[in-house]
């Protein structure tokens, strides 16, 4: 277990620190080896209460409590906060950023010394503990650093190690996926509504029809190509429902969406 024995850290305890430290709780770490420093007081008072965490305001303090920081405030904050803690961070620690856009190369550029820095994208699911994250390691992190970062988001759902130049992809795909997701399951229930369906039933019934078919995917391990083609009946509904979407071009619609995705991500951390 990676994370065996070390204490953690969140400069920031906004949405995703709390998910990423509810997560933790639940994997079995104790609240006592969890650290999070936040400017806001009330915040803090909050995620006390909740989580039975260690709370500070002071963020050096906190940086010099524990093995692993995770940097988890709004990217532009990021820099100043960057610049403060650099003093109290050391290399036998796992420095980690969810801040996006924000290159391993410009953190390690704040930090003193060699600093095993790692860069995470995750996505909101996370608050759910289904989360989609994908980390970079940086040059001077190593497998221990990799480990425990995926063991951190494997936390809060599924975590891979990607190349840092795939990380504006993952955005583009992951990142940003929960807003594909969203507007295609309005879609749905527009249509099922449209055709008499209460909108309290088709939300229910495609929402889970979703769920479904993602853990076919992940737990069976097939082509989607296959398991679309084990639902498909010659002359059946299916095939009929397949044509519409193929007549509106769907596949290259969402590849678009990833590639434009992917490009702003590029502009908005170039
Ligand atoms: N939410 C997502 O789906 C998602 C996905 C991928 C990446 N991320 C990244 O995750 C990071 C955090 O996102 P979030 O949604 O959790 O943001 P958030 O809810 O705004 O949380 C950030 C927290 O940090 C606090 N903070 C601000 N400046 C600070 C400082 N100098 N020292 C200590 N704490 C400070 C904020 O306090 P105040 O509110 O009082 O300013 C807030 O409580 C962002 O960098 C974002 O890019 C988020």
Do not use: W
């Amino acid at each position: 277990m990676p994370l065996k024995g070390l204490k953690i850290g969140f400069l920031g305890g906004g949405a995703m620190g709390e998910a990423l430290l509810t997560g933790l709780i639940r994997t079995g770490l104790a609240s006592s080896v969890l650290y999070v420093s936040d400017i806001s007081a009330s915040r803090l008072d909050y995620l006390k209460q909740k989580l039975g965490v260690n709370t500070t305001p002071d963020n050096i303090y906190m940086v010099k409590e524990v093995d692993i920081v995770i940097l988890a405030v709004k990217p532009q904050s990021a820099a100043a906060v960057l610049k403060k803690i650099a003093v109290a961070v050391r290399p036998g620690q796992t420095f980690i950023s969810i801040a996006a856009g924000i290159t391993t190369g410009l953190i390690e550029s704040y930090l003193e010394g060699h600093i095993p820095v790692i860069r995470v994208m995750p996505n909101t699911p996370c608050l759910v503990g289904e989360g989609a994250s994908a980390v970079s390691a940086g040059k001077y992190a190593g497998e221990e650093s990799v480990a425990r970062a995926l063991a951190v988001f494997a936390a809060a759902g599924k975590a891979v190690e990607v190349p840092e130049s795939l990380l504006d992809c993952v955005t583009g795909l992951s990142g940003s996926g929960p807003a594909y997701m969203y507007m295609i399951l309005e879609g749905f229930i527009d249509g099922a509504v449209r055709l008499g369906l209460p909108r309290q039933v088709a939300r229910e019934l495609i929402a889970q029809t979703m769920l479904g078919a993602a853990r076919m995917v992940l737990e069976s391990d097939e082509h989607p190509g296959k398991l679309k083609d084990m639902v498909t009946t010659p002359g059946g509904t299916t095939i009929a429902g397949l044509f519409a979407l193929e007549e509106g071009a769907l596949r290259s619609l969402l590849m678009k969406a990833v590639a434009a995705a992917t490009q702003r991500s590029r502009e908005l951390s170039g």
